[in-house]
């Protein structure tokens, strides 16, 4: 039989027919053997048409892998993160992430489409991709390609979208994977995840001349950066400041139901990622913000369970200890306890107070009068102090309204 392949029964037929060419035993060049490889050659292609090749399982294939070149757990940790993630993916508790599989299809020469097996499937299980804020995200130039109401063009307008994230997954998010939330509020997953990757593609934008270096930041640095806030251009030198450390600093406008002030990001080869939304435009809250953020990356740097952390700076921190820490950190590197024990502005509600020490501490009077307003519970105090509608002007690429 020297034609395709349609029927099972053919296909009987043509490995009766090579069973009998194999005893032959022919030799090469023969017009046996010859019809012996083409009967094979049709058997492959009926059985690709027929039978859906099932990828090994990932996790497996990396076990494989393991075994081929005598690798311990450890041995994994520059390909997936740490320990805890080796041992998580092992025993399946964790998925890959697409920073994973680029490490290990680049390391270990794992194949990716072996890696990557069925995330696509999953992903339509797990996403309710018209929850998305779709019609905003077109409004505000986020999404710029043609879509329409059906689920396939907005699924796939909406992976284009997160693809320019990098490594951020929409179900990490949605499902509070490797995550920490401070509100009060019921927040809006799937906003919250669109903001996300907004804020990461335009972190990912434009490489990075250096790479960050574990421990950067610490107190003595975030009071640096609390000096740069008496220049009165003092947010935009800033993002510069920190690019020069490897750190990125990017402002988006929130998404409603989000109630978001910032975000701290720690993602693509461990690069810290700040967000800030300046959904309240004053130069206060934009350094308290800024700060709050820092505060994460410079005391949960290292913490294996999260990757991200949303905050809500309008609620009390509660009982919750990282949030207390990074409150703690950041009020210290803006007005250093010491400072602010000795200072008439202490006690005093005058603007002249706010200045004197704002003067003493090389910053913003603003932040002062922030601190102010904070201690005395009394929001209306110093408001010619506090620099209202003063930060979204410099960022005019943003679309405020």
């Known amino acids: 039989?020297?034609?395709?392949?349609?029927?099972?029964?053919?296909?009987?037929?043509?490995?009766?027919?090579?069973?009998?060419?194999?005893?032959?035993n022919p030799d090469v060049g023969t017009p046996e053997a010859d019809q012996l490889e083409l009967l094979t050659l049709l058997i492959q292609d009926y059985e690709s048409r027929e039978y859906e090749f099932i990828p090994p399982d990932p996790v497996e294939?990396?076990?494989?892998?393991?075994?081929?070149?005598?690798?311990?757990?450890?041995?994994?940790?520059?390909?997936?993160?740490?320990?805890?993630?080796?041992?998580?993916?092992?025993?399946?508790?964790?998925?890959?992430t697409l920073s994973m599989i680029r490490a290990l299809h680049t390391g270990l020469g794992i194949p990716a489409k072996v890696l990557v097996v069925d995330q696509s499937d999953v992903e339509d299980v797990q996403i309710e991709w018209r929850r998305f804020p779709i019609k905003e995200m077109s409004n505000r130039g986020w999404i710029v390609q043609p879509i329409d109401?059906?689920?396939?063009?907005?699924?796939?307008?909406?992976?284009?979208?997160?693809?320019?994230?990098?490594?951020?997954?929409?179900?990490?998010?949605?499902?509070?994977?490797?995550?920490?939330?401070?509100?009060?509020?019921?927040?809006?997953?799937?906003?919250?995840?669109?903001?996300?990757?907004?804020?990461?593609?335009?972190a990912f934008k434009e490489p990075l001349s250096v790479e960050y270096e574990p421990n950067t930041v610490n107190l003595d640095f975030m009071r640096q950066v609390a000096q740069i806030s008496s220049s009165d251009n003092g947010p935009l030198e800033v993002r510069d400041f920190l690019r020069s450390h490897g750190i990125v600093l990017a402002v988006e406008r929130h998404l409603p139901r989000t109630y978001l002030d910032g975000a701290a990001f720690i993602v693509r080869d461990n690069r810290p990622v700040i967000g800030l939304t300046l959904r309240h435009d004053r130069i206060d809250n934009f350094w308290f913000s800024l700060m709050h953020e820092l505060a994460h990356v410079c005391l949960h740097y290292y913490e294996e369970e999260f990757n991200y952390f949303y905050d809500d700076l309008d609620i009390e921190t509660g009982d919750d200890?990282?949030?207390?820490?990074?409150d703690q950190?950041?009020?210290?590197?803006?007005?250093?306890?010491?400072?602010?024990?000795?200072?008439?502005?202490?006690?005093?509600?005058?603007?002249?107070?706010?200045?004197?020490?704002?003067?003493?501490?090389?910053?913003?009077?603003?932040?002062?009068?922030?601190?102010?307003?904070?201690?005395?519970?009394?929001?209306?105090?110093?408001?010619?102090l506090m620099g209202h509608r003063e930060v979204q002007k410099l960022f005019p690429e943003v679309k405020w309204r």
């Not at 041995?75 to 092992?90: A, M, N, T, W």
């Not at 200890?321 to 990074?326: H, I, L, T």
């Not at 004197?356 to 009394?378: C, D, F, T, W």
């Open 1 to 24: 039989m020297d034609k395709v392949i349609k029927t099972k029964a053919d296909c009987e037929e043509v490995l009766a027919a090579v069973e009998k060419l194999m005893d032959l």
């Open 61 to 96: 294939a990396i076990k494989f892998r393991m075994e081929q070149q005598k690798l311990a757990p450890r041995d994994l940790v520059p390909y997936l993160g740490s320990r805890s993630k080796v041992s998580e993916i092992l025993s399946k508790k964790r998925p890959l």
């Open 149 to 202: 109401n059906r689920l396939t063009s907005i699924a796939n307008v909406l992976r284009e979208f997160f693809a320019a994230a990098g490594p951020l997954e929409a179900e990490a998010i949605l499902y509070r994977k490797s995550g920490h939330i401070r509100c009060a509020r019921s927040m809006d997953d799937y906003a919250l995840a669109a903001w996300s990757a907004r804020i990461l593609a335009k």
């Open 321 to 326: 200890p990282r949030e207390k820490e990074a």
């Open 329 to 384: 950190l950041a009020s210290e590197a803006l007005i250093p306890a010491e400072a602010w024990e000795r200072s008439a502005a202490r006690h005093s509600r005058i603007p002249e107070a706010a200045e004197l020490l704002a003067n003493q501490l090389g910053i913003h009077p603003a932040i002062v009068a922030g601190r102010m307003r904070y201690e005395s519970k009394s929001y209306r105090l110093l408001n010619n």
